[in-house]
């Protein structure tokens, strides 16, 4: 993929002296995902990476962030409340000068041809957790001379986000399902709950949410999917407030 060098010199050094543990070092990273629970092991990543971290919840805040400044690495989940991460991801691509990085992200593996369709550099697949991968992903889209000198650690490290952030992605499920019968929302949180309970690797939620999404793709029914999720959610959050 061509790359246009005079943008990656005005975002990235060309040399970059960073520590072993910390190879991300004086980058940027934009992280454009609706999830706190997924915003949260980002945060964690970014941390122990040495990179500094931004993020947009939707298409329309990470537009008013590209409009102040330009990361080194934006990071963009698929499925986002006001459209497609595609969408975003084809707009970075197309930027002149261009974003030196941009990854796509998603739960569900079969985003990962959507992703690099558009332009991504590369994908990460949900759950987010090992800081190895991490920053793998994101040195490994870096051009050769913009990549730290020296010797790099490779850390078999962990992130656990905060469960507090699991509960409010939670209590927004339970929210926007008490309030809304709407096709769009329905088919917004079978994506988003899936996501979450995919990183929270809760895999009878996640089964649940992938059914409802199933079942509204092919017309069928949904009280029965929508019931079941309700209880799941609630629940969770019951067990949440009890701990």
Same mark, same amino acid.
């Given at each position: 993929?061509?790359?246009?060098?005079?943008?990656?010199?005005?975002?990235?050094?060309?040399?970059?002296?960073?520590?072993?543990?910390?190879?991300?070092?004086?980058?940027?990273?934009?992280?454009?995902?609706?999830?706190?629970?997924?915003?949260?092991?980002?945060?964690?990543?970014?941390?122990?990476?040495?990179?500094?971290?931004?993020?947009?919840?939707?298409?329309? !805040?990470?537009?008013?962030?590209?409009?102040?400044?330009?990361?080194?690495?934006?990071?963009?989940?698929?499925?986002?409340?006001? &459209?497609?991460?595609?969408?975003?991801?084809?707009?970075?691509?197309?930027?002149?000068?261009?974003?030196?990085?941009?990854?796509?992200?998603?739960?569900?593996?079969?985003?990962?041809?959507?992703?690099?369709?558009? &332009?991504?550099?590369?994908?990460?697949?949900?759950?987010?957790?090992?800081?190895?991968?991490?920053?793998?992903?994101?040195?490994?889209?870096?051009?050769?001379?913009?990549?730290?000198?020296?010797?790099?650690?490779?850390?078999?490290?962990?992130?656990?986000?905060?469960?507090?952030?699991?509960?409010?992605?939670?209590?927004?499920?339970?929210?926007?399902?008490?309030?809304?019968?709407? !096709?769009?929302?329905?088919?917004?949180?079978?994506?988003?709950?899936?996501?979450?309970?995919?990183?929270?690797?809760?895999?009878?939620?996640?089964?649940?949410?992938?059914?409802?999404?199933?079942?509204?793709?092919?017309?069928?029914?949904?009280?029965?999917?929508?019931?079941?999720?309700?209880?799941?959610?609630?629940?969770?959050?019951?067990?949440?407030?009890?701990?």
């Amino acid at each position: 993929m061509h790359r246009n060098t005079t943008a990656v010199h005005d975002e990235i050094p060309l040399w970059r002296a960073a520590p072993p543990g910390r190879p991300l070092t004086g980058l940027t990273v934009l992280v454009v995902e609706d999830s706190r629970f997924a915003s949260e092991a980002m945060r964690l990543l970014c941390l122990r990476s040495g990179a500094r971290i931004r993020r947009a919840d939707c298409l329309r !805040t990470a537009a008013r962030h590209l409009q102040i400044y330009r990361p080194a690495v934006v990071i963009v989940d698929m499925g986002l409340p006001d &459209g497609s991460g595609a969408q975003l991801i084809a707009q970075l691509a197309a930027m002149s000068p261009r974003v030196p990085v941009v990854l796509g992200l998603s739960g569900d593996p079969e985003n990962e041809a959507e992703a690099l369709a558009a &332009g991504a550099d590369g994908f990460i697949g949900k759950p987010v957790e090992s800081l190895a991968h991490f920053q793998h992903a994101i040195l490994s889209a870096l051009p050769p001379e913009a990549r730290p000198t020296g010797l790099r650690m490779v850390s078999e490290e962990t992130v656990h986000p905060d469960p507090g952030a699991l509960r409010d992605d939670l209590a927004h499920v339970a929210e926007v399902l008490a309030s809304s019968s709407d !096709t769009g929302a329905i088919d917004y949180i079978a994506r988003f709950l899936a996501g979450v309970a995919r990183s929270a690797r809760d895999e009878p939620l996640e089964q649940a949410a992938t059914a409802l999404a199933r079942d509204h793709s092919a017309g069928r029914a949904l009280a029965a999917d929508l019931a079941r999720i309700s209880g799941l959610v609630q629940d969770r959050l019951a067990a949440a407030g009890s701990a």
